[in-house]
């Protein structure tokens, strides 16, 4: 039988555990994945940004869902506009600098515009109906981004 010191014992044990958290790593023949940095996007609470891409936005992509282009519709009309809105709750709030005013009509008329999309892309008995909320409400956003006085409101100067 084998006889082993004290410090050879150590030394086994020693070893054998060095190779065994090498096995469990990554292979070394195996290439790092290179993390990229990208800038974070610049933020803006104001309202003003998110109406003026909400209008331009909608004008764009409305003619999909008026043709009935079933098959566009879910990419390039429902999930742009679904984060548009999103990051448009998330980034204006009213205790930011400037309030929404009127552009809310806007935010009003991405999602009155995906919903309309959503009830297109499914052949919904209330499509027609969608479609004139949609319209109703384009033409309130409409009314707010050609008179930008009744847009963003600074609190400030609310009740003064």
Not at 85 to 105: H, Q
Not at 125 to 145: L, M, P
Request: aromatic share 6%.
């Amino acid at each position: 039988m084998f006889s082993f010191t004290s410090n050879a014992l150590k030394a086994v044990i020693l070893a054998s555990s060095a190779l065994l958290l090498q096995a469990c790593g990554k292979p070394s023949d195996q290439a790092e994945e290179k993390v990229v940095i990208k800038p974070a996007p610049k933020l803006s609470n104001d309202a003003t940004t998110y109406a003026n891409e909400a209008w331009k936005f909608i004008n764009q992509v409305d003619g999909l869902v008026y043709s009935k282009k079933i098959d566009q519709l879910e990419e390039q009309v429902r999930k742009p506009a679904r984060k548009l809105s999103t990051d448009w709750r998330i980034n204006v709030k009213m205790t930011d600098s400037v309030t929404e005013g009127k552009y809310a009509l806007c935010r009003k008329a991405l999602t009155s515009l995906e919903i309309w999309a959503r009830e297109t892309i499914s052949q919904s008995d209330t499509a027609a109906q969608k479609q004139a909320d949609y319209e109703r409400d384009k033409k309130q956003c409409q009314g707010a981004i050609e008179n930008p006085d009744l847009g963003n409101t600074d609190p400030k100067k609310v009740g003064v």
